[in-house]
Every structure is written in C-alpha cells, then in structure tokens.
C-alpha cells in the first residue's frame, strides 16, 4: 500500500508559472522526501525535510511541511521546460523503517 | 560503479517462465529496497533489506516473488512461475542508513515484459 497520496495527479502550466504539488500521508513521519521521475525510470532525490522542519528551499523549490494536517507541498518556482516530470513525495517513520512513496504528479511545462 | 547499478535494463519473457532481476548497490550503503512500477503509476514496495537484520517483506505480492541480498551488497528479485500482470517496471535503491533514512538513490530499472 502507499503512504501517501499527491494532488493534482497532473498539472499542465506554461513555463514561467508556478507550480505546487501537494502530498498527503497517512501516519507519523520521521522524514518526507520529493523525488522526481523522468521518463517512467530512475528517480532523483530532490528535498529532504525533518518531521522538526515547517519549510526548506533548494534553489527554485520550496517544501513545506504540516506534521498536523498530514501533509506537504512542493512549489517549483519560474518553472522551466525541462522540469517535466513526475514528482512523488516519499515518508519514513524512522530507525529501520522502509521508504513508502505517494501516487505521484505528473507535471507538464509548455512553451 | 558511482551509482546503483541493474541489470537487465529489459527483460521480455514467457508467462510461466522465471526471471531473476539484479540490483548492484552504492558501496557502503547498507539499505536496498524494491519498488515495482506498473505504466503511469506510483512505486509499489516490495521488500528492504537493511544491514543483518531481517529483511521487511510485507510488499511482495505473492509466494512467486523472492529477494535475497548476498553479502550485504548485491540483491536478486526472483519472480517464479511469471504472469502477464507481472510486466512493469522494477526499480532498486540504496541509501547509507536506515537509522535516520537520507536520499535514497535509485537505479535505471528493469523493464520486464511477460508475454
């Protein structure tokens, strides 16, 4: 089963816009990750933030977090053609504990 | 290699037939994990193997899968008996620890087709 559930499940925008993408989970968290997936192959760690943490930036991304509603959100600011992808959010719940991704969004920058 | 490394990256066989797919980890990282991926979809876990301890099998579908992990290093997925429903993606990652999970690092996959 899947931790953790991403909205919309596909987002159409013109380059130059904005795009969030929001992930919901289901239990406690230790960590939350964004992942993005080119071509339906190998994922690519984007973010990392703690259960501790309400927000991070890297670069064009800001994560945030709500450990009380469950849930985050990764903004892509100034999006590019390039950064068409899928992008799944990913939840662990500590020592030992296996990494369960979310359903994912799949997201189209235009021209 | 630099990366985590699988093998084949496609795979097409007979239903009925068995496969054993190959995940080579980063060196040093003691958590592997294998994600199925059907078409379009999110990753599925199938099973995580961290260090000695006991590997968290809770994700495999069925009796006809099997994992092992050999030495702490490179793991073999064994789908026996294939079926139709098995086509999809296989996805293998590593990451340093499990104690305090950071970036998990993914290989290409193995894009198995039953037919």
């Known amino acids: 089963s899947q931790q953790g559930e991403e909205d919309p499940q596909a987002l159409s925008i013109q380059e130059g816009e904005n795009a969030t993408m929001n992930c919901s989970y289901k239990t406690s968290i230790n960590n939350l990750q964004w992942y993005r997936q080119n071509s339906g192959r190998g994922l690519v760690h984007l973010i990392l933030?703690?259960?501790?943490?309400r927000e991070k930036h890297s670069g064009r991304l800001r994560v945030t977090l709500d450990t009380s509603k469950k849930s985050s959100s990764l903004l892509i600011t100034a999006s590019r053609a390039a950064d068409t992808a899928s992008y799944f959010c990913a939840t662990d719940s500590g020592t030992a504990s296996k990494l369960t991704f979310g359903t994912g969004t799949r997201l189209q920058v235009t021209l | 290699g630099a990366g985590v490394s699988q093998s084949p990256s496609n795979k097409v066989t007979e239903k009925g037939k068995d496969v054993e797919l190959r995940c080579d980890p980063i060196s040093g990282h003691t958590a592997l994990y294998w994600y199925r991926q059907s078409l379009g979809q999110g990753l599925e876990f199938l099973i995580y193997f961290q260090g000695n301890s006991a590997p968290d099998k809770s994700g495999l579908p069925s009796d006809r899968f099997s994992a092992e992990r050999t030495g702490g290093s490179v793991s073999t997925l064994t789908i026996q008996r294939t079926q139709q429903e098995d086509s999809a993606v296989y996805l293998c990652?590593?990451?340093?620890?499990?104690?305090?999970?950071?970036?998990?690092?993914f290989g290409q996959g193995t894009r198995l087709t039953v037919v």
């Open positions: 933030i703690r259960s501790n943490e």
């Open positions: 990652a590593s990451s340093l620890q499990a104690g305090d999970i950071g970036e998990a690092f």
